[in-house]
């Protein structure tokens, strides 16, 4: 077996990996977003804006105000899914501006989670509620 198909392989991977960079696959999504600035663990500023897109490894954002690079944020995004199509979910990302370009500003997440967001009351509750009624 000659190395030379391993080596071909692996300048296909590294041209691959120079055209682009991106780790992480970035979905257009506009998503109403709240964050908070922190500082030494603390709220410096709250503020809202709106997602322009969004990937497992981070969010771009329009702010209102501009904002410095290089300090930790949290944003919480109200998701447009239901879970199990009946509860409201939030997705919470934890990290930090990596670039504030004006009223834009890139995120590098450190962590995300979904949150419920509270219990909606499914369609058709006035026929469940007969159906339980009926099995007492």
């Known amino acids: 077996m000659s190395p030379a198909p ?8 590294a041209e691959t990996y120079q055209s682009d960079q991106r780790l ?3 979905y257009p999504i506009a ?3 709240e964050y ?12 809202s804006g ?5 990937s497992s490894g981070g969010v771009l954002i329009e702010v209102h105000d501009p904002m410095p690079s290089g ?7 109200h998701w447009p899914f239901l879970l199990e199509g009946v ?10 501006i990596v670039r504030s370009d ?5 995120i590098k997440a450190k962590h995300h989670e979904f949150r419920t967001a509270g219990a909606r009351v499914p369609k058709g509750r006035a026929s469940y509620e007969r159906v339980r009624s009926l099995g007492r």
């Open 102 to 106: 004006g009223r834009a500003i890139a």
């Open 31 to 33: 998503l109403d977003v």
């Open 87 to 96: 509860c409201p979910l939030k997705l919470v990302m934890r990290g930090r």
């Open 24 to 26: 992480h696959q970035r």
């Open 36 to 47: 908070r600035l922190l500082s030494r663990g603390r709220v410096e500023r709250l503020g």
């Open 50 to 54: 709106r997602t322009l897109n969004i």
């Open 71 to 77: 300090g930790p944020i949290e944003l919480v995004m």
């Open 6 to 13: 391993a080596s071909a392989g692996q300048a296909d991977l």
